[in-house]
């Protein structure tokens, strides 16, 4: 059975960070692509960042860009989403999802932040920015 479970959500103060992580049961990882998303109350849910099977390519959010990071670590089936110089903006449910890996590098670039691309999703963590 596929399991996709988050951790590490909580809340911060502005310019805090956190490190969320997720793992994965039930598939080996290191076939698979993986994006973390979010959702913010009364907003549709968009990608934040992502990484494909090898871990040689990753992706940002413009809104994101410098300030997050993600990683992975297949041995252990998890994936990383390490946050600095968090902002109130970044307040919401934060989810992890994977799906099979792409070879095409350009179709990767297209579809690595699309939610409705991936098919395994982790119930999600909060992630609260406020003083």
């Known amino acids: 059975q596929l399991q996709v479970v988050e951790s590490g959500g909580g809340l911060v103060q502005p310019g805090g960070s956190l490190s969320l992580s997720c793992e994965f049961s039930?598939?080996?990882?290191?076939?698979?692509?993986i994006g973390w998303f979010r959702q913010a109350p009364g907003k549709e849910r968009e990608g934040v960042s992502c990484i494909n099977s090898s871990g040689g390519s990753r992706r940002f959010a413009e809104p994101v860009k410098g300030r997050f990071t993600i990683s992975r670590d297949n041995a252990k089936n998890t994936a990383y989403l390490q946050m600095n110089s968090l902002k109130p903006e970044d307040t919401g449910v934060y989810y992890c999802a994977a799906s099979r890996g792409i070879s095409s590098a350009r179709r990767f670039a297209i579809v690595c932040l699309d939610a409705n691309e991936y098919d395994h999703w982790g119930q999600g963590t909060q992630v609260t920015v406020s003083s």
């Open positions: 039930g598939f080996t990882l290191e076939h698979y692509r």
